[in-house]
């Protein structure tokens, strides 16, 4: 497999960027995002990538419902690559969320200056970006994400004080995601087109003097 091809050729930092396919603009200056503090019942558990993490998001991401979202029906050997990748990264790391200690979805925290989103807007090295799955249908529907994107929110800037804003950025005509982002709160940055897709780019900002201003 291609790990092999990796370990044969030592090739490993070269396939780590092809993997992390967003991470434009590397900063070893910058430490991975923390991990956020919840209290119970919510809750969230770095991923290991060698463990059953890897079948179970994999296969989440099979659903119809994340498909549509995610585009990201891999198999669970491209899975492993993409999850093994992040955790030794310092751009991004990959996380299950928890609801009483079951695992109900999935989280990625990563540094938005350095991911391809980083060129849309006036990015600060300290920004987070967020991309979330409720893989529990049942979950979803009730709002889920609506009641932990703010506990989420509210650890971050309480543990990291550098951190002046925190980014979103779903497929445009994801209309669902997008009403989640606008009944928080978050500051509408306008649609942008990408390589692969155009995206609708959202921000939540320690103050409203951290909204990032329109680049010129």
């Not at 209290?39 to 993490?53: A, E, T």
């Not at 690559?81 to 928890?98: C, F, G, N, R």
């Not at 978050?186 to 909204?211: I, K, W």
Request: glycine content about 6%; overall charge negative.
């Amino acid at each position: 497999g291609i790990r092999d091809v990796e370990r044969s050729r030592g090739l490993g930092d070269v396939y780590k960027r092809q993997v992390l396919y967003r991470h434009v603009a590397p900063d070893p200056s910058v430490p991975a995002p923390p991990e956020p503090k919840l209290v119970s019942p919510f809750g969230v558990r770095l991923v290991d990538p060698d463990s059953d993490d890897t079948a179970l998001i994999a296969r989440w991401m099979r659903q119809p419902a994340l498909i549509n979202g995610w585009e990201q029906d891999w198999p669970d050997e491209r899975w492993y690559d993409q999850l093994k990748a992040q955790v030794e990264s310092t751009y991004s790391h990959p996380y299950l969320v928890l609801f009483r200690d079951e695992p109900v979805g999935y989280l990625e925290f990563y540094r938005a200056a350095q991911d391809s989103i980083g060129e849309k807007y006036a990015a600060d090295p300290y920004d987070l970006g967020i991309h979330g799955a409720i893989a529990n249908q049942a979950m979803a529907s009730k709002g889920f994400m609506v009641m932990i994107l703010p506990k989420l929110i509210k650890s971050f800037f309480e543990l990291e004080p550098q951190c002046k804003r925190i980014m979103f950025d779903p497929e445009y005509q994801n209309v669902e995601t997008r009403r989640v982002f606008e009944h928080i709160g978050c500051t509408f940055l306008g649609e942008h087109q990408m390589p692969n897709r155009r995206m609708a780019l959202y921000t939540t900002s320690r103050t409203p003097e951290d909204v990032p201003p329109p680049l010129a």
